[in-house]
């Protein structure tokens, strides 16, 4: 942004009182004069005005903004350049009127006027717009798999690059510009070659949105599959399809898996979807890592880029080696405007404040919904989009007055009969209230940023109700893709309008960084021993001086972190937390080598930070004294050493039912006796609201056997965060068994958890987790959802609690064949036999299984030949408070059966019929 001081006299004017005129002395001392003010019969006199001495202005609807801009003062004189804002929804007692802006907060003022003046530029009509045939650029049979028999402007600059070579691209065009297919042709063009395609898109719903789009390449003989981590898929699947559409962090994994190797190098092309996400805090790290990766192998993969805000995507483009395409085009006009309100008195987002910011929100949506149009409002927080909502329903005549914002069905009830739907990630409805906003049944729609990107919902204004989420500012560039769902042409607009509400000592920060767009910043920085891993795991980086290299190739390095200091800490780090191992070689030379915790670590897509001090944690605690124990140590160091877990956000409803259940350790019968919740969160400590969601799964299963969506009035689906994570990070500890990584009884009751967390919907109990373990291999991971139900349930009737019959025929619902349901039959530990001495075991294990046997802290380890052996119990430390709890547990590769009190996980404790299973039905 320019800070130059300006040598012309200049006077530019945002307006919105028809009664307003240009001060004649300015106006004749000015060499620019220009300005913005509403359409409208009552600025018919000012336009009237304006044109009489020669003033140029620009119209547009819904104008909200008042501002001069200007080096002109009412008599003509030239000053310095001064901004003079006015307050677009001044409060019921509100302050004075905001003071003069100067200085650097003055340009910010003039560029955003600029940029409005600019794109207030006519748009060109339908039949002016030059398409071309999509046949004059692709194959004449691709037309079937296009979604439009011709390209528009910014398509037909893009597709013949795609089409000439495989060099890297990087297009950015406005959002609504049609960059998808961009991508398909890209995804095509790798297919005729022979190659497959994977599309990376940056969320879970935007897999949703391609996977319906890419529907009518599966009926024309094109396997695609849509991979993300909330749907697992058969590695054959995989290898067979000829289209992947995943999540950054679903394709990282596939990149970590040591068995589809041979899948990724038929990889010809990756486009990615929303390539500035490289500078996202959240997802930015995992994306570099990938284009790093691939880069390197340019000439077996091409990268296309495709975004819509990024200011430096030259120096994304060179970083990738790759050609920058670049439009302008949009078949829309779209407006954004900056209106401002009060400043907080207390400088904190009060109340006060939020109740202000919802009414501007109200009035806007209305101003836009009385002319026939469709308005999405975005709000920071869930309670934010549930308050707005009933705002904007008691704006149309509903009765809201006294609702509970938490009373989720209400809400639910009263914003519907309003024509108002709501959208966040674990709303019970917010696929109804997205059907509905598509098919024009409601016209406003509150939501979180879960629509903000890719997303083509018919709205023609967006307001920003929000410009912080929590303390921290919100990225202009979710705020650019949020500006983007406004005027899109595919679902009948042709012009649209965004709002961001700001006050009046944040609007000047907002104008400069919305001039001057989005630049992206490496964020590998945040996570580097992850990704340092996950290399060395998949065998890319086998020394030190490898490492250097691979960090040479990062988009970090290439803007300038050039210092090897932070790569030798991370590679340290790991070393010293047992992931690496290092060894010295010859001149010099470091090598690197996965442990096997590394290894497993990495393909968990575990972060290391977190995960070693989970671990550190119990081995800091003595051994527990029975299965209860145990899982509440498990389930605080979850949710106190998880960052996601230990800063979860509830609701104020889900916070009073959470803090009831967690003061009856999550026993869900006690509460019927206890229905008043405390006043305070007094005594709360972080996580403590996550560990009452982990005991609701371990002690009351039955509650989430619900056909409403419902878990104790809470929706379930706001529960999902929490209980996917706690489960991710179970798992891994309890695939640690076989390795002897973490104590015998944390693998254990951690794989048990995981599993009674994966399918909490079937209501399993303590030890259910080896029979689900069981059921989810028989179904395979495509069919699990459907066929593990099944299976449990036809279990559970024939008393058969856990996978130890002695049949060989495959169950009914069995998903492999019945060579493969054999192989799984090898892999559990049944058949183990334990007859505790005094002083040893006797254990009758599988040929190759893992025997820990242990005495307090003290384990030792072995691998079984197959034969009954008698093996003697370690000595315990004689400073060990758990001393003499002992006990042994076979490991195989995903089952597991223990002794002790950890006999309460080898069978849900059900009479077991064996051979009954496969009669199942």
């Known amino acids: 942004m320019a800070t ?5 006299g200049l006077l530019w004017c945002k307006v919105t009182d028809p009664a307003w005129r240009p001060p004649e002395g300015a106006v004749s001392g000015a060499d620019d004069v220009r300005v913005i003010l509403p359409e409208g019969p009552a600025f018919d006199g000012l336009r009237t005005h304006l044109a009489d001495r020669g003033v140029p202005f620009r119209c547009v609807r819904h104008w909200m903004e008042s501002e001069q801009v200007g080096t002109v003062a009412d008599f003509g004189t030239l000053t310095g350049l001064v901004a003079h804002p006015a307050l677009t929804f001044p409060a019921v007692g509100s302050p004075m009127p905001p003071a003069p802006v100067a200085g650097p907060g003055a340009y910010a003022a003039r560029d955003a006027f600029e940029a409005q003046w600019d794109a207030l530029e006519d748009i060109p009509a339908a039949e002016d717009t030059p ?26 600059d893009a597709v013949p690059a795609v089409m ?40 879970r719903s935007l897999t949703d ?60 092309c990756l486009i990615v979807d929303e390539i500035h996400l490289l500078g996202d805090p959240a997802r930015g790290a995992v994306l570099e890592a990938v284009l790093t990766r691939v880069r390197e192998d340019s000439a077996q993969t091409r990268i296309v880029g495709l ?100 009373d989720t069905e209400l809400v639910q009830r009263l914003c519907a009969s309003a024509g108002v739907g709501l959208h966040y990630r674990d709303w019970p409805f917010k696929r109804e209230a997205e059907r509905a906003f598509r098919a ?72 400069a960084r919305l001039t001057a767009g989005y630049t992206v910043r490496s964020r590998i920085g945040d996570r580097l021993p ?70 497993l670590t990495s393909r968990f897509m575990v972060d290391s930070v977190p995960a070693y001090e989970l671990a550190e944690g119990m081995r800091e605690r003595p051994v527990p004294e029975d299965p209860g124990h145990a899982e509440q140590l498990l389930m605080t160091l979850l949710t106190t050493r998880l960052p996601e877990l230990a800063e979860a956000v509830f609701s104020d409803r889900t916070r009073a039912t959470l803090r009831r259940v967690l003061s009856h350790d999550g026993r869900a019968e006690r509460l019927e006796h206890d229905r008043e919740p405390p006043d305070r969160d007094e005594g709360l400590r972080p996580g403590d609201l996550a560990r009452a969601v982990l005991l609701l799964v371990a002690n009351s299963p039955q509650a989430f056997v619900t056909r409403g969506g419902y878990v104790l009035g809470i929706p379930a689906d706001s529960l999902t965060g929490i209980l996917d994570e706690a489960q991710r990070y179970l798992a891994w500890l309890g695939a640690q068994g076989e390795l002897g990584t973490v104590h015998p009884w944390a693998a254990v009751v951690a794989a048990d958890l995981a599993e009674r967390i994966r399918w909490r919907t079937l209501g399993p109990g303590r030890g259910a987790g080896r029979l689900l373990w069981m059921c989810g291999r028989m179904a395979t991971p495509q069919l699990a959802y459907r ?15 856990a996978p130890d019959w002695t049949g060989t025929t495959p169950p009914r619902d069995s998903a492999l064949s019945p060579e493969r349901y054999r192989a799984l039959l090898k892999q559990r530990a049944t058949g183990t036999v334990f007859a505790p001495h005094s002083c040893s075991v006797r254990v009758d294990a599988p040929n190759g299984a893992t025997i820990c046997l242990w005495n307090g802290a003290t384990t030792a380890r072995y691998v079984s030949d197959g034969t009954p052996t008698r093996l003697d119990y370690p000595p315990a430390a004689s400073d060990d408070p758990s001393s003499g709890r002992r006990g042994a547990a076979v490991f195989t590769r995903g089952d597991r059966f223990a002794a002790g009190w950890l006999e309460a996980y080898n069978t849900t404790g059900m009479p077991e019929k064996p051979d009954e299973l496969r009669h199942a039905q």
């Open 4 to 8: 130059e001081p300006e040598e012309r």
């Open 131 to 156: 398409y071309v045939p999509v046949t004059d650029l692709v194959p004449e049979d691709w037309i079937r798999m296009l979604p439009h028999p011709t390209f528009n402007p910014a398509q037909v």
């Open 164 to 203: 000439e070579s495989d060099d890297h691209l990087v297009v950015v065009a406005p959002t609504g510009a049609g960059k998808t297919p961009i991508g398909m042709v890209a995804a095509l063009r790798a297919h005729a070659r022979g190659r497959k395609a994977a599309w990376l898109v940056p969320q």
């Open 209 to 268: 949105e391609l996977d319906r789009e890419l529907e009518n390449w599966r009926r024309h003989g094109l396997e695609v599959v849509r991979l993300t981590g909330e749907y697992a898929v058969d590695t054959q699947l995989i290898r067979e399809a000829h289209v992947w559409v995943a999540t950054t962090e679903k394709f990282e994994a596939i990149c970590r898996n040591g068995s589809l190797g041979g899948a990724l190098a038929e990889v010809g």
């Open 307 to 406: 975004s819509a805000t990024v200011a430096n995507a030259d120096e994304v483009a060179d970083w990738l080696g790759a050609r920058l395409i670049r439009t302008s085009w949009r078949p829309t006009r779209l407006t954004w405007q900056i209106p401002m309100l009060p400043a907080s008195r207390d400088g904190e987002w009060s109340t006060r404040a939020a109740t202000t910011r919802t009414a501007a929100a109200v009035r806007l949506a209305r101003a836009v919904t009385d002319e026939g149009g469709s308005a999405l409002v975005f709000c920071s927080s869930k309670r934010g989009v549930r308050a707005t909502a009933l705002a904007l329903a008691a704006d149309r005549g509903v009765p809201t007055r006294g609702v509970d914002a938490d």
């Open 440 to 511: 024009r049944e409601t016209d406003v729609l509150v939501a979180t940023s879960t629509v903000a990107a890719g997303v083509n919902l018919p709205a023609r204004a967006v307001i920003v109700r929000d410009v912080r989420l929590g303390q921290a500012r919100i990225e202009v560039s979710m705020v650019q893709q949020m500006f983007g769902r406004a005027g899109r042409v595919g679902a009948g607009e042709r012009e649209g309008w965004a709002f961001l509400l700001a006050d009046e000592t944040e609007r000047p920060q907002w104008q």
């Open 530 to 599: 992850d990704h340092v891993l996950a290399e060395v795991v998949q065998g890319r980086v086998s020394s030190l001086e490898e490492a250097e290299d691979w960090w040479t190739g990062t988009f970090a390095f290439h803007q300038g972190h050039d210092s090897v200091e932070p790569l030798h800490d991370a590679v340290l780090y790991l070393a010293e937390t047992g992931f690496l191992r290092t060894a010295p070689g010859p001149q010099g030379t470091e090598f690197l080598e996965a442990t096997e915790l590394g290894t």
């Open 787 to 801: 066929l593990v139900p099944r299976m449990w349930r036809a279990a559970l009737d024939r008393g058969v609690g």
